[in-house]
């Protein structure tokens, strides 16, 4: 049966036979029963299919990888510990010490970090780039080496629409994969891959969660690269640890996923239990619904926001004056999530004051949260850039990071306005 996103969002992964559990069962076990040596030989080599060990895959993990890979209209996901293991390992599944990569500037804190600091530690470079740079400009920025470009549909925090058709375009003329890390949006607001996109991640911790109850991540695979044309020898060359597996010619369009599985997650252990997986569907099975609303009440705030003397700016798509509302009409028309950013005039003092005078809306290290929650990021999350990395990331000193969560819409502004008094 054909199943709307709604639906999938609660079916999809997970079907009980005949008087079976009808809620997806947690498979508290690290291991699996084979009848014979030979059996186990198999999967070692990967000539059959089945769980070998909860390290590599889990049933019930599994049920939520298939819900994902179906929401996001790809071939197969992966589930990892958290977002930042799904931003690497997404990296270092196609390239290697002595390869280099392309990032958009305006993308998550901590992935800025693992790009410019940590992966160069490795051998693996990146050029950060401003999205909204013509195509000329970016091109610029390819090597010979270049071997993928990367960025965020809602950058958090710069709230900046991440134009993927472009840059898909751009990618696949050099021959290289398009990731896109499509944590805000969802797949409820925006699915990539039908605007060309070849991987998607997310940081699952954040609106597929909701909850604020597990951190994780997933890699989704579209299967629609072209691993084959010369510039990704690992994907062609037989795998030794695997007595020859060649993974475009085994596995054909899920060679991308199957390789992150069996070579990365085996050897680096970013693989998610049982228990965090089965709460992470709990969160995917409501996320529609909640989307719809976050969106509806972070509109009536950017709206009472940018009415507001005290504020410089309010970074919000959805608005008509923002910079990004075309690409907000075509990327993101149900809505643009629940995560606003503003400036208020004066002092970076002035922003610190203002949130602490917060009463409903909680300071967290956090976003995307069923309660409204803020952050001043210049303080936390993207503490650790420069101020040249900060600006080009779109923050000011000055910048505020709201998630609006599903309150009364009124209790939310309440609670704004009296901060506003108090400043
Ligand atoms: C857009 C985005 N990607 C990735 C991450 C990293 O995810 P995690 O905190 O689950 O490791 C975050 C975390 O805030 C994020 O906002």
């Known amino acids: 049966m054909t199943m709307r996103i709604e639906t999938q969002c609660l079916h999809e992964g997970y079907e009980p036979k005949n008087g079976e559990t009808r809620v997806l069962p947690i498979y508290q076990s690290t ?77 998550y804190g901590g992935t800025i970090n693992l790009f410019a600091v940590t992966l160069k530690k490795f051998g693996i470079e990146c050029t950060f780039v401003d999205p909204d740079a013509d195509e000329e400009e970016i091109q610029k920025a390819f090597r010979e080496n270049t071997k993928a470009v990367f960025g965020e549909t809602i950058a958090n925090p710069a709230i900046a629409i991440f134009d993927i058709e472009k840059f898909a375009k751009i990618a696949h003329k050099n021959n290289v994969p398009l990731i896109v890390d499509n944590t805000f949006a969802t797949p409820i607001l925006c699915r990539p891959i039908a605007f060309g996109a070849d991987i998607v991640i997310h940081s699952t911790t954040k609106y597929m969660d909701g909850h604020a109850v597990q951190v994780g991540g997933v890699i989704v695979d579209s299967g629609n690269f072209d691993w084959t044309n010369g510039k990704f020898p690992e994907y062609t060359e037989p795998d030794e640890s ?70 410089e700016f309010v970074n919000y798509p959805a608005l008509k004056d923002n910079k990004y509302h075309t690409l907000y009409q075509k990327y993101v ?76 819409i009124q209790d939310i502004i309440d609670d704004l306005e009296q901060a506003f008094q108090k400043i």
């Open 31 to 107: 291991t699996y029963k084979y009848d014979s040596t030979e059996h186990i030989g198999k999967l070692f080599d990967l000539s059959v299919e089945g769980h070998m060990y909860s390290r590599i895959s889990n049933p019930t993990v599994e049920a939520v990888e298939k819900k994902i890979a179906a929401l996001e209209g790809g071939v197969g996901a992966l589930c990892t510990t958290s977002g930042q293991a799904a931003s690497l390992l997404s990296i270092l599944n196609i390239m290697k010490a002595g390869d280099h990569f392309i990032s958009a500037a305006t993308i």
């Open 242 to 311: 695997y007595h020859g597996v060649i993974y475009t010619r085994d596995f054909g369009k899920a060679a991308y996923i199957t390789k992150a599985r069996v070579q990365l997650t085996r050897d680096f252990g970013t693989y998610p239990s049982a228990n965090a997986a089965f709460l992470l569907n709990l969160g995917l099975e409501t996320l529609a619904v909640r989307m719809e609303r976050h969106c509806e009440n972070a509109l009536k705030v950017a709206q009472y926001l940018a009415a507001q003397e005290k504020i």
């Open 333 to 408: 028309p149900k809505g643009c999530s629940g995560v606003i950013s503003f400036s208020l005039r004066g002092s970076r003092e002035n922003a610190v004051r203002f949130l602490d005078n917060l009463k409903l809306a909680s300071n967290v290290v956090h976003v995307a949260d069923i309660r409204t929650c803020v952050l001043h990021p210049a303080s936390s999350t993207h503490r650790q850039l420069t101020d040249e990395q900060l600006k080009a990331a779109g923050i000011t000193p000055g910048l505020i990071r709201l998630s609006v969560g599903l309150e009364n």
